[in-house]
């Protein structure tokens, strides 16, 4: 069974940082490109960021850029996302999100739970 | 804005169906023939219902189908159910192997 598990959320001061870490098990880690999406309260789905399955590219959202690094380390199946520079409009649940490939493009299958990120002083 | 534009609510009585649109606003979308589908219930994560515009996961129910005409895709629900009433969201990537979300559609099961 997938399982992605997110953890590191938490209450951070405005211009403050924060790791969040996603634990994967039940799939080829290695294989498969990983993304974060987030959610703002009452509000919809935001892609973040995704690394390809041996970090060769790493792609980001526009209003991520320069503040946000997206890592992984495959011989721990672990995704990682550094935040920096957070805003008050950072405030999300974190999702850890899979990506296949589905012989035709890529879909996002499988979602953690989600960690929730406040940015408020 | 999004790229992809979705109503904000629909809803429909138990045993109807309804139809949400999903519809590209620019051209940064990568063939937009690959369109996914999310379900997500209050409190919890995204469940992937469709993928590559028509294609069901595993252990997803046959009411749901999908289509898409030109610049617009759509999501079917038959067989309304009291458990379908949640936010669906679609989803496709770009040309930049970025991926965007619709804003989301409530489904208001009545």
């Known amino acids: 069974e997938v399982q992605l598990v997110e953890s590191g959320g938490g209450l951070v001061k405005p211009g403050g940082s924060l790791r969040l870490s996603c634990a994967a098990s039940?799939?080829?880690?290695?294989?498969?490109?990983m993304n974060w999406v987030r959610q703002a309260p009452g509000d919809g789905l935001e892609w973040v960021s995704s690394i390809r399955s041996t970090s060769s590219h790493v792609y980001y959202a526009d209003s991520m850029k320069g503040r946000f690094t997206t890592s992984r380390d495959n011989a721990k199946n672990s995704l990682y996302l550094q935040m920096d520079s957070l805003r008050a409009e950072d405030t999300a649940v974190y999702y850890c999100a899979r990506t296949r490939y589905t012989g035709y493009t890529e879909v996002i299958d499988y979602w953690g739970q989600g960690t929730l990120v406040t940015v408020s002083s | 804005q999004s790229a992809l534009t979705q109503p904000a609510s629909v809803s429909g009585s138990p045993g109807q169906s309804i139809t949400i649109s999903c519809t590209e606003t620019t051209s940064d979308i990568d063939d937009y023939n690959f369109v996914s589908w999310y379900q997500q219930h209050p409190g919890k994560a995204p469940k992937l219902m469709i993928y590559?515009?028509?294609n069901r996961p595993s252990g997803v129910s046959n009411r749901f189908s999908a289509s898409k005409s030109g610049n617009t895709a759509s999501l079917t629900i038959s067989g309304l159910r009291a458990e379908d009433e949640a936010v669906y969201f679609c989803?496709?990537?770009?040309?930049?192997?970025?991926?965007?979300f619709g804003e989301g559609t409530k489904l208001t099961v009545l």
């Open positions: 989803s496709s990537y770009t040309s930049s192997s970025t991926c965007v």
């Open positions: 590559d515009v028509s």
């Open positions: 039940g799939f080829g880690f290695s294989g498969y490109t």
